[in-house]
C-alpha cells in the first residue's frame, strides 16, 4: 500500500520551485518532497498474534547440611572456637562467605546468614528452621555454617596450571 504525502502549503511554492521542483496550481499536486513532510499517521495497527512464551525451571537440590548440628568432632577447632569464641568464628565465616567483617555486628546477621548460605547450596530448609537454629542454638549453629562452607568451598576450589615457554 503506497501512502500519500500531506499538502504542501501554497506559501512554500515558491522555495519548493526554487529547488528545480516545479508545482502546479491545482490542490492535489501541491505535494511536498518526501523530506517535507511531516510524520505521517499509521495507517493499519498490528494484529493480535499468538504469542507463546516457555518457561522452563530448572532447580537443583543440593541436598541436606553436609554436617549435622551436633557434629562438632568433624571439625575440631571449628568446635572449640565455636564454644569459647562464637563471635570470631563468625566474622571468619562472613569473610568466607565474601561479607564485610562488621557483619555480625548488625542484628539478626546470624540468621540472615544462615538462610543465604542455604539458598545459595540449595540446602533443603525453610527459614522458620534457620531460625529456630540460629536462635536456640547459636554456636552450634555458626560451626555448622563454618563447616558447610569448608566443605562447599573446598569442592568448588580448582588448581589453573600455566606453562610459560620463552623463546
Known sequence: MQQLPLLKSV???EDFCERGRELDDTPAERWTSWS????????????LGVTTTTVTTITQT?????TGLCDVCDDVSTCLAG??????????LAHQYGECLCL??????????????RERFKIRGSVCEDWV?????????????TRE???????????????????
Do not use: H
Open 83 to 92: 564454644a569459647f569464641i562464637p563471635c570470631c568464628l563468625e566474622v571468619s
Open 36 to 47: 517535507d513532510r511531516a510524520e505521517l499517521p499509521v495507517l493499519t495497527q498490528p494484529g
Open 149 to 167: 562452607m569448608k566443605r562447599r568451598l573446598k569442592r568448588q576450589m580448582y588448581t589453573v596450571t600455566t606453562t610459560l615457554e620463552s623463546s
Open 133 to 145: 537454629t540460629v536462635y536456640c542454638c547459636y554456636p552450634l549453629a555458626v560451626c555448622q555454617m
Open 62 to 66: 543440593g541436598g541436606d547440611w553436609s
Open 104 to 117: 555480625p555486628l548488625l542484628p539478626a546477621s546470624t540468621f540472615a546468614m544462615r538462610v543465604a548460605i
Open 11 to 13: 506559501d512554500k511554492k
